[in-house]
C-alpha cells in the first residue's frame, strides 16, 4: 500500500519517530473516525497560520511581536541567547528573569552541517549592535554544540565591548535545558560567570 | 499562544507520544518550511482516503480486498487471528504461513472498558460459520489481554466443533508480536497446539 508507506515516511521524519512508532501512529491514524485526523490537521494548519517568528528575539509568537519584547516589565539591558524556543520557556519558569531572549533555533555542530549561518547568528549581532545591552547572557546547552556555540558567539560580540556572561554549569553536563528543574536552572542563571 | 497548545495537545494524543515529545515536534513543524507539514497532512489524507478495511480479514487495505484474501495462492482452510494490522505483517514477514488472517483490532482488556464489541470478534464468528475453515489459529499476542481474547474466542468457536489452535509460547512472555525476530514466531506458527 503506497500510501500507507508514504505516511509512514511522513511521520518518520518528526523527531524522535523510529520507525516501529511511526508504524503504529499511522494505524491509529487511520483505524480513527475521520474526526481525529482531522483535528490534528486543522490544529497543525491553525498553529502554521497563525504562529510566526517575532522579528525581534525569533521566538515564536502569534502577535506581530512577542509577549516578552513587547512587555514594558522587562530589562533591555540582559539579553539571554538561548538554543531552542523551549529553552525560553524553561527561564520563563524560573520566574527569576526579567531580561529578553534571542532564539538562535539550534546549535552550532561542523559534523551536521550546521554553521552560524543556519541559525540567528546575523540577526543576533545586528541586533546587539542596534540595541546595545548591558549584558548578553549566553544559555546555550552544557554539550559540544553549546559549548562551541558559546565560544563563537563570545569571539563574534567581543568586539562591541559588552559583558558576556555564560550560565553557570550547575546545570548536569550533557544534560539538555529544556529538562532541567526550576530551582537548578533559577541558581545556574545567578550565577553566570564572565565568558 | 492558544494554537500551538492546540496542536501539543492534537499530538499527544498519538500513541506513544508524551508531552515533551509533543512539544519537540510541534516546534519542529512550525520551524520547517511550509512543505514539511503540507507533506505529512497530504500524506495523512491521501492515506485516510484511499485505504479502508479488507471486508472479510479487516487488515487494512487500498483494493475492495486485501492481496492475501484476494490471492489464489492462500489456503482457505487455515485462519489466524490477530490484534492488529502490524501482527500480519509480522507473520507474513516469516514466509511460512500460507493462511489467511482475520484482525481483531485490539484485545480484551475489561480494565480498559474494550469488551467483544469493540473489536472483530462478530464479524470473526460470522466468517468462520461461513467459510468453515478447518483451523482457527489463534495468535494474540502472549499477555494478560491476549490471554483472555484466546480464552474467550475458545469459548466462542467450540460450539462450531472447528480446530482451534494457538501459536505456541515459544514467543517471550509478556512480549509483542509486533517485536519479535522472524525464527521464533516462525517456530512459534509451527509449534502450535490445541487450545
Not at 505516511?7 to 520507525?19: A, T
Not at 485526523?37 to 494548519?45: C, G, S, Y
Not at 538554543?83 to 529578553?100: F, H, N, S
Request: aromatic fraction near 4%; proline fraction near 6%; charged fraction near 30%.
Amino acid at each position: 500500500m503506497k500510501s500507507f508507506q508514504r505516511l509512514v515516511m511522513s511521520l518518520k521524519r518528526l523527531p524522535g519517530i523510529g520507525p516501529k512508532q511511526a508504524e503504529r501512529i499511522a494505524i491509529y491514524l487511520l483505524r480513527s473516525p475521520q474526526t481525529e485526523p482531522r483535528q490534528l490537521v486543522e490544529a497543525l494548519e491553525e498553529a502554521k497560520a497563525a504562529i510566526q517568528f517575532c522579528p525581534q528575539c525569533w521566538d515564536f509568537t502569534d502577535q506581530s511581536l512577542c509577549r516578552t519584547c513587547a512587555s514594558a516589565d522587562r530589562d533591555r539591558n540582559l539579553l539571554c541567547v538561548v538554543e531552542e524556543p523551549q529553552d525560553v520557556a524553561a527561564i520563563e519558569r524560573t520566574r527569576g528573569y526579567k531580561g529578553l531572549y534571542h532564539v538562535l533555533h539550534g546549535a552550532l555542530s561542523p559534523l551536521d552541517g550546521i554553521g552560524p549561518e543556519r541559525l540567528r547568528v546575523k540577526e543576533l549581532l545586528d541586533r546587539v549592535q542596534r540595541a546595545r545591552p548591558a549584558e548578553v547572557i549566553v544559555a546555550t546547552d552544557p554539550d559540544t554544540e553549546g559549548d562551541a556555540t558559546a565560544l563563537y558567539l563570545r569571539q563574534l560580540l567581543q568586539p562591541l565591548a559588552i559583558r558576556i556572561t555564560r550560565i553557570a554549569h550547575g546545570v548536569p553536563l550533557g544534560g539538555d535545558l529544556d529538562y532541567i528543574d526550576e530551582r537548578t536552572l533559577s541558581h545556574a542563571m545567578a550565577g553566570r560567570r564572565e565568558l
